[in-house]
T-cell receptor, first 118, second 118 residues
């Protein structure tokens, strides 16, 4: 079965540089979530999209922006990178319209992009 | 606001024995879902088990079972017959599940690191 694809898997950047993380959800999934997991921390919700529209926003810095495209893939753009941005970035996808049970709303996580800012 | 508390930073269990990982939660939502995820050292987030707030029976998935006590607001994970491959970080998470909530992002606990001893 197809899974969530994230690219790149690893990324090394210098301070003040920009980075773009990509997420390709499971086919026919219409919702994408982005999470940030710092070293030794729990994942924190950043932002979500449903049908290409932003549906909710969490603790996402103003330096970050994201969007979901017509093919449902999503990109997280990060500018003016700081050392504290070093983290594992997860994308998760779900299908909001799967049946009437919330079991259908399970979020499937991608393998993550490990960003290191030097 | 939702909050997940995992009070055990680390746990040890002998191979083939059962282990319980604690999770308590706090929410004002009437309808919510509880999840457990496993995160090996490789970093991926692996879904283990789900419990809906209105489910009267405890969820089970193979060697995993969720001991759901709604009045106590606890959702402990029980792993039976531990295996060496169970050594990993385990996260308890929850989300609101009211229809029309707009977004169903997960709130995670701090995690419990489980080590299985041969």
């Amino acid at each position: 079965a197809a899974g969530v694809i994230q690219s790149p898997r690893h990324l090394i950047k210098e301070k003040r540089e920009t980075a773009t993380l990509k997420c390709y959800p499971i086919p026919r999934h219409d919702t994408v979530y982005w999470y940030q997991q710092g070293p030794g921390q729990d994942p924190q919700f950043l932002i979500s999209f449903y049908e290409k529209m932003q549906s909710d926003k969490g603790s996402i810095p103003d330096r970050f922006s994201a969007q979901q495209f017509s093919d449902y893939h999503s990109e997280l753009n990060m500018s003016s990178l700081e050392l504290g941005d070093s983290a594992l970035y997860f994308c998760a996808s779900s299908s909001e319209m799967t049946g009437g049970s919330f079991i259908g709303y399970e979020q499937f996580f991608g393998p993550g992009t490990r960003l290191t800012v030097l | 606001a939702q909050k997940i508390t995992q009070t055990q930073p680390g746990m040890f269990v002998q191979e083939k024995e059962a282990v319980t990982l604690d999770c308590t939660y706090d929410t004002s939502d009437q309808s919510y879902g509880l999840f457990w995820y496993k995160q090996p050292s490789s970093g991926e987030m692996i879904f283990l088990i789900y419990q809906g707030s209105y489910d009267e029976q405890n969820a089970t998935e193979g060697r995993y079972s969720l001991n759901f006590q709604k009045a106590r607001k606890s959702a402990n994970l029980v792993i039976s017959a531990s295996q060496l491959g169970d050594s990993a970080m385990y996260f308890c998470a929850m989300r609101e599940e009211a229809w029309g909530a707009g977004s169903y992002q997960l709130t995670f606990g701090k995690g419990t690191k489980l080590s299985v001893i041969p």
